[in-house]
């Protein structure tokens, strides 16, 4: 991807070369996020069965994303919990800062 783009869902931005939705592909999931760009965007585009045939010849690249992954669906599962448990605003930032 070359060009800014923002994920409305999270806030995040995106800068080049950074994949968007991998994980959703990766793991046949819905696209849940709303993405916009907000500059003209040049983007490489592959379709599931593309995605999946490329990884499949790259054992170690599939595996190190199953792993990044994963950390990332187990960050995103311990922010939702400390963000609904802990009602100080201090200790929650405090929390999530830590865990980053």
Known sequence: MKGV??????GRYFESGQMLNHDCL????IIPQQIVAFTTVN???????TFRSILDQFP?????MARIIDEKEAYLVNKKFLEATIVNDDIKTQFIEMYN
Do not use: A
């Not at 990766?26 to 999931?29: D, L, P, R, T």
């Not at 983007?43 to 069965?49: A, T």
């Open 26 to 29: 990766f793991h046949k999931k």
């Open 5 to 10: 783009v923002k994920n409305l869902t999270t």
């Open 60 to 64: 170690d690249i599939s595996e190190d």
């Open 43 to 49: 983007v490489l585009y592959f379709d599931r069965e």
